[in-house]
């Protein structure tokens, strides 16, 4: 079973001018455990939308929407989930750890286990000298650090994230990143939206790239990075010098048999690829 | 529900509303000099100052917090770490209104224990002609609580539908004046008098329509029987405290319906 | 440095202007008006579940604006108070709340003696008998109303008789049965009066009634007076100076309403202000 299953989702608003708008266009996508799945997409391409609809904020026109094969309508569907809403805000008269008690009893914790998963997440997302003064107080990037913490809290199989990366410093971002990796250590579901391909070529699995309310495409990270493959770097050293030169990926064999003839020693071979960004705009732009 | 409730209440003391309330209550000290300047009743105008004051204190809580509790999640955008939290729509609607309700009790407790201490001061300083019937005292009041929690349920159901402050606030003032005259309108409409008979017969069907949909709030307002001593009828009470019971409950299940259905975009 | 002195010119110029203004405040002539009072039904709206504070409030408001034209002139009284007007007021004020005895306690106090409107006075006592029904002192009002100025003395056994019911007092229930047909309109009215001074609160009314029973007892002494006259000379004094030569009145009695007292052809003593400070202050030489 995939513990996130969305099928047919479809999605249209009322806009301005009584006009039907379609934010979602039939979406179909599943993810399963110990898979981080990154979400991408342009602004306005249906993230959110989507990422709402898992969580039940808004309701879907048509298809369904399954979290550990739970219907979204039910609220049972989120026991298992940990989320991070985008810009997140969470009630600012409360302190850090306040908030996470309130997070805690909302889950059904037990105080003991609050206690100490509350105590774990804000030592890990560096939160704990601050955790008794109010989130007024809070910078944008403690908030957002805070909005992973909670997210951690219940140490929930599910993870959905809507741009956890942005509004932090590179250390927060670094973090995070790692945190993500953590998590596909304990074989967690992570599912995150984010318009930033590095984020994704770092710690995804799997990639969706979502224009205009539809997924364009589904695919492996690592697969995308062999496929993008359009040549090699090769450093070779002779009497006479070193020397780089690229070849393409066809030519490589030949190459590497003619240098080995000449009595070249071949110090380097490095695949030369279209990296993620230039894949993705390829995308967006190919529609 | 009871996370969302203990958040509520937290959120009202954090605001420094009770601070609000011991500054208001303040006033009680200037009652008894005021109702000296009455000239037979000094005690009887001390108990209309005391239940008016509580009554305007509960009424700005139940517009201002009622109407906003509801519109400020959405404004601040808490309802999207709030409702992604396996928490029924529902039971954040009750959760919220609890919390409200909760601390509007608190505060009519604490002004109401305040109101008998300055009778009893009023009382000492000019013995008053009739006797002090306290439990009329207390009958006024708790139906006073009453009376602003049904309206924080109407200010609720106004938040459902509104994505402003305009109509929660606006409208549970409208709901409070006109469900004060309601019973006067309607005893007025069906006294046969010659006024009434040249009203189009749409009009009267229309208010009579009204009197039944909105609120009966003069049916709460047991002041003048507290301030002059004047018997209270059992029935009278049972009935207001079921039409309360009745009127509140559907106002928050048409709420939470609403609330339901309703997209956090 | 500079919002510094910014602050301090401020402050000093509030300094510089605060005083004159505070003194004109106090010179400046207060004047107190009744001003417009919406209908009662407006005002039943707008008070939602207020009615009785603001019912207070127009009672206050009356009873303030009555002090501010007696207290400083006492007793010659240059501006007639807008007696209309207040009446008005009163009458808003017990159709919010019906139980207020200040209402009715002081719509007392001047409607009858200074507006002469009788009929409108014992109309709204009725009224309020019909709520505040314990009290006595509404239908003792009406009682001697109806005594005084009426001379309808069956009505006025009746309410009479009703105040001592309430009352248990055994005057009320003497005034009902024959003391009132034997007791003369003056002492009537000192005992009413003596009543009414007792029981008043505020101190303006307070005032006015005093004043009038002070007129009362110089009308009293008079006729006390007159009657001596009588008994010795076997015939009724001419006129006020012819009593006051024969020595029966020392000192010479004085209208405190600031009028003068005179004998009617019938023996009645009357006075020129006709107990009110507004003719009392006008024929004043």
Known sequence: MKVIDIQGLKKSFTGKRMQRVEALKGIDLQVGRGEVFGFLGPNGAGKSTTIKSLMGLIRPTAGTVRLNGIDVHDPAS??????????PAFYEYLSAQEY??????????????????????????????????????????????????????????????????SGLDPLGRALVKEIIRELRGEGKCVFFSTHITADVEAVCDRVGVIVNGALRMVERVDRIMAEGITGYLLRSRSPAGEREQIVTVDHLSDLLSRLKEEGQTVTLVEPVRKNLEQFFLDIVKGG | MTSILLITLKGIFRDRVFQGIMVMALLFLFIPTIGSLSMRQVTELSITLSLSLISFILLLLAVFLGGTSLWKDIEKRYTFSVLGLPLSRTSYILGRFMGNALFLCLTALFLGVITLLVILWAKGLYPPSRP?????????????TLKYLLLV??????????????????????????????????????????????????????????????????????????????????????????????????MLALTAVIYERREMK | MKPFAFTLILILAYLAVIIPFADYQRTRPVVEKMGYVPTPQVLKFVSADHKGVTAAALILKSMMYFGAIVEPQFNTLKVPPDYQSMYGTLAAAVKLDPYNMDAYYFAQSFLVWDVHEVKAANAMLEYGMKYRKWDFMLPLFAGFNSAY??????KAAQYYKRAGELSGAEL???????????????????????????????????????IRLQAFREVRRLEEARDRFRAAEGR???????????????????????????????????????????LGAARKP
């Open chain 1, 78 to 87: 989120r026991r298992s989930v940990g989320y991070l809403p985008e810009n």
């Open chain 1, 100 to 165: 996470l008690t309130f997070v805690g009893r909302a889950f059904g914790m037990v105080p003991q286990r609050v206690k100490e998963r509350g105590e774990q997440s804000l030592r890990r997302l560096d939160l704990w000298e601050a955790r008794s003064r109010p989130i007024r107080g809070y910078s944008k990037g403690m908030v957002q650090r805070l909005g992973v913490a909670q997210a951690l809290l219940h140490d929930p199989d599910i993870y959905i994230m809507d741009e956890p990366m």
């Open chain 2, 132 to 144: 002090v019937r306290w439990d009329n005292m207390m009958i006024a009041v708790l139906f006073d």
């Open chain 2, 153 to 250: 349920s109407v200010a609720f159901f106004f938040s459902s539908v509104s994505t402003s402050f305009f109509l929660p606030i606006f409208g549970t003032i409208s709901v409070y004046l006109v469900g004060n005259a309601s019973q006067e309108v309607y005893d007025y409409l069906h006294s046969g008098s010659q006024a009434v008979k040249v009203l189009p017969g749409m009009v009267v069907k229309a208010a009579s329509l009204l009197y039944y949909l909105i609120p009966n709030l003069a049916a709460f307002d047991y002041k003048l029987q507290a301030v002059y001593g004047l018997d209270i009828a059992g029935r009278g009470m049972a009935l207001t405290v079921l039409y309360w019971v009745i009127y509140t409950t559907i």
């Open chain 3, 149 to 154: 100025f009426l001379k309808d003395y069956s």
């Open chain 3, 172 to 210: 009320f229930v003497n005034l009902a049965g024959r003391y009132l047909w034997q007791s003369g309109r003056t002492e009537q009215a000192i005992a009413y009066l003596t009543m009414m001074e007792k029981g008043a609160g505020n101190e303006a009314v307070r005032r006015s009634f005093r």
């Open chain 3, 236 to 278: 009724a004094p001419k006129s006020l100076e012819e009593l006051i030569r024969w020595g029966a009145l020392t000192p010479i009695p004085r209208d405190p309403y600031g009028g003068r007292f005179y004998l009617e052809p019938d023996g009645q003593v009357a006075t020129t202000s006709k107990f009110t400070h507004a």
